[in-house]
């Protein structure tokens, strides 16, 4: 079993930066495909970015097209731990975020991902 739990959220204003964390349990880390999900209200749970663990295809990583150039997910194997540096923020960013684990490969679909955290808000403000 793996728990993951996610930080760094808040209130920011449009244009501006947020970090999020996602802290995993477990010794084998760096086998886990790790992603980063968001869900608004009234909407349904989104992708965000993902990134493969790590000696598959070197660490890669995807993003949605709607934060492409402007988000980036890195992994710290040596800290278990997975961040979403979120740039120029825009309100429709507005959502709850989920950080999420699987073991192996995975893509973009929430159900290929085994482990979920609790969510952390972030809140946009025009």
């Known amino acids: 079993q793996v728990q993951v739990v996610e930080s760094g959220g808040g209130l920011v204003q449009a244009g501006g930066s947020l970090r999020l964390s996602c802290a995993a349990s477990?010794?084998?880390?760096?086998?886990?495909?790790m992603g980063w999900f968001r869900q608004a209200p009234g909407k349904e749970r989104e992708f965000v970015a993902t990134?493969?663990?790590?000696?598959?295809?070197?660490?890669?990583?995807y993003y949605a097209d709607s934060v492409k150039g402007r988000f980036t997910v890195s992994r710290d194997n040596a800290k278990n731990t997975v961040y979403l540096q979120m740039n120029s923020l825009k309100s429709e960013d507005t959502a709850v975020y989920y950080c999420?684990?699987?073991?192996?490969?995975?893509?973009?679909?929430?159900?290929?991902?085994?482990?979920w955290g609790q969510g952390t808000q972030v809140t946009v403000s025009s």
């Open positions: 990134i493969r663990r790590s000696g598959w295809t070197g660490g890669s990583t």
């Open positions: 999420a684990a699987v073991s192996g490969v995975a893509g973009t679909s929430k159900y290929e991902y085994a482990y």
């Open positions: 477990g010794r084998t880390f760096s086998t886990y495909t």
